[in-house]
Protein backbone atom coordinates (compact mmCIF):
# COMPACT_ATOMS: atom_id res chain seq x y z
CA UNK A 1 0.00 0.00 0.00
CA UNK A 2 1.46 3.70 -1.10
CA UNK A 3 1.20 6.60 1.71
CA UNK A 4 -0.23 9.65 -0.12
CA UNK A 5 2.59 12.09 -0.21
CA UNK A 6 2.10 15.06 2.25
CA UNK A 7 3.34 18.38 0.97
CA UNK A 8 3.29 21.43 2.97
CA UNK A 9 2.90 25.30 1.79
CA UNK A 10 5.03 26.45 4.79
CA UNK A 11 4.43 30.52 2.80
CA UNK A 12 1.39 31.88 4.36
CA UNK A 13 -2.08 33.08 1.97
CA UNK A 14 -0.80 36.69 2.85
CA UNK A 15 3.00 36.60 1.48
CA UNK A 16 1.77 34.84 -1.64
CA UNK A 17 -0.35 37.40 -1.82
CA UNK A 18 2.25 40.28 -1.62
CA UNK A 19 4.77 38.44 -4.11
CA UNK A 20 1.95 38.36 -6.44
CA UNK A 21 0.58 42.20 -5.72
CA UNK A 22 4.45 43.04 -5.74
CA UNK A 23 4.82 41.42 -9.31
CA UNK A 24 1.37 42.50 -11.08
CA UNK A 25 2.49 46.25 -10.22
CA UNK A 26 3.50 47.92 -13.98
CA UNK A 27 6.29 49.56 -11.59
CA UNK A 28 8.07 46.54 -11.26
CA UNK A 29 7.35 44.61 -14.62
CA UNK A 30 5.80 44.30 -17.75
CA UNK A 31 2.85 41.42 -18.65
CA UNK A 32 3.36 40.11 -21.97
CA UNK A 33 0.07 40.21 -23.56
CA UNK A 34 0.32 37.15 -25.76
CA UNK A 35 3.07 35.07 -24.58
CA UNK A 36 2.86 32.70 -21.60
CA UNK A 37 4.67 30.05 -19.80
CA UNK A 38 4.31 26.40 -21.00
CA UNK A 39 4.21 24.94 -17.14
CA UNK A 40 1.92 27.37 -15.42
CA UNK A 41 0.29 28.91 -18.47
CA UNK A 42 0.57 31.82 -17.04
CA UNK A 43 1.28 35.19 -18.40
CA UNK A 44 4.96 35.78 -18.67
CA UNK A 45 6.29 39.04 -17.02
CA UNK A 46 9.62 41.08 -18.15
CA UNK A 47 11.00 42.25 -14.76
CA UNK A 48 12.44 45.94 -15.15
CA UNK A 49 15.39 45.69 -12.80
CA UNK A 50 17.94 43.02 -11.68
CA UNK A 51 16.61 40.68 -9.40
CA UNK A 52 18.80 42.53 -6.19
CA UNK A 53 16.81 46.32 -7.00
CA UNK A 54 13.56 44.40 -7.07
CA UNK A 55 14.53 42.96 -3.65
CA UNK A 56 15.36 46.09 -2.06
CA UNK A 57 11.82 47.42 -3.50
CA UNK A 58 10.00 44.76 -2.17
CA UNK A 59 11.76 44.45 0.66
CA UNK A 60 10.72 48.27 1.37
CA UNK A 61 6.97 47.89 0.38
CA UNK A 62 6.77 44.52 2.71
CA UNK A 63 9.72 44.53 5.68
CA UNK A 64 7.76 41.80 7.50
CA UNK A 65 6.83 39.43 4.25
CA UNK A 66 9.22 36.51 2.42
CA UNK A 67 12.84 36.30 2.87
CA UNK A 68 15.24 36.88 0.06
CA UNK A 69 15.62 33.47 -0.77
CA UNK A 70 12.23 32.71 -0.94
CA UNK A 71 11.71 35.69 -3.47
CA UNK A 72 14.73 34.94 -5.79
CA UNK A 73 13.36 31.22 -5.97
CA UNK A 74 9.82 32.58 -6.82
CA UNK A 75 11.43 34.19 -9.80
CA UNK A 76 12.88 30.79 -10.98
CA UNK A 77 11.77 29.25 -14.04
CA UNK A 78 9.93 30.78 -17.84
CA UNK A 79 7.73 33.23 -15.97
CA UNK A 80 9.88 36.13 -15.06
CA UNK A 81 11.92 37.52 -17.79
CA UNK A 82 14.74 40.26 -17.81
CA UNK A 83 13.60 43.16 -19.64
CA UNK A 84 16.78 43.29 -22.00
CA UNK A 85 15.60 40.02 -23.17
CA UNK A 86 12.50 41.76 -24.62
CA UNK A 87 12.12 41.34 -28.45
CA UNK A 88 10.97 42.67 -31.72
CA UNK A 89 7.14 43.49 -31.33
CA UNK A 90 6.63 42.62 -27.34
CA UNK A 91 7.42 46.43 -26.41
CA UNK A 92 4.34 47.35 -29.62
CA UNK A 93 2.39 44.60 -28.14
CA UNK A 94 2.14 45.43 -24.52
CA UNK A 95 1.71 49.15 -25.16
CA UNK A 96 -1.31 48.86 -27.90
CA UNK A 97 -2.08 44.79 -27.70
CA UNK A 98 -1.57 42.15 -30.12
CA UNK A 99 -4.85 41.65 -30.66
CA UNK A 100 -5.54 45.10 -31.29
CA UNK A 101 -2.83 44.65 -34.87
CA UNK A 102 -4.29 41.06 -35.39
CA UNK A 103 -7.40 42.81 -35.65
CA UNK A 104 -6.09 45.77 -38.09
CA UNK A 105 -4.87 43.17 -40.00
CA UNK A 106 -7.53 41.25 -40.74
CA UNK A 107 -9.88 44.45 -41.49
CA UNK A 108 -7.21 45.02 -44.20
CA UNK A 109 -7.47 41.02 -45.63
CA UNK A 110 -11.10 41.31 -45.29
CA UNK A 111 -12.12 44.70 -46.85
CA UNK A 112 -9.16 45.50 -49.29
CA UNK A 113 -10.13 43.47 -52.79
CA UNK A 114 -7.00 44.47 -54.69
CA UNK A 115 -4.06 42.04 -53.54
CA UNK A 116 -1.47 44.76 -54.53
CA UNK A 117 -3.10 47.39 -51.99
CA UNK A 118 -3.51 45.10 -49.44
CA UNK A 119 0.15 44.47 -49.56
CA UNK A 120 1.05 47.96 -49.21
CA UNK A 121 -1.43 49.30 -46.44
CA UNK A 122 0.14 45.53 -44.18
CA UNK A 123 3.68 46.63 -45.39
CA UNK A 124 2.84 50.09 -44.18
CA UNK A 125 1.29 49.35 -41.17
CA UNK A 126 3.94 46.59 -39.99
CA UNK A 127 6.98 47.89 -41.04
CA UNK A 128 6.71 51.52 -40.59
CA UNK A 129 5.25 51.47 -37.23
CA UNK A 130 8.41 49.94 -35.48
Known amino acids: MQKPIATRDKLGQGKKDNLEQFFFDKANVIMSSYKTDTTTQKP ?10 LWKKFHENYPNGVKRTT ?6 GNRYIYHENLGGLCSICNTYGYETFDELTKLIQTYVNNLHIQVIFLYNFIYKKQ
Open 44 to 53: VHYLKNAKQE
Open 71 to 76: FYKHLQ
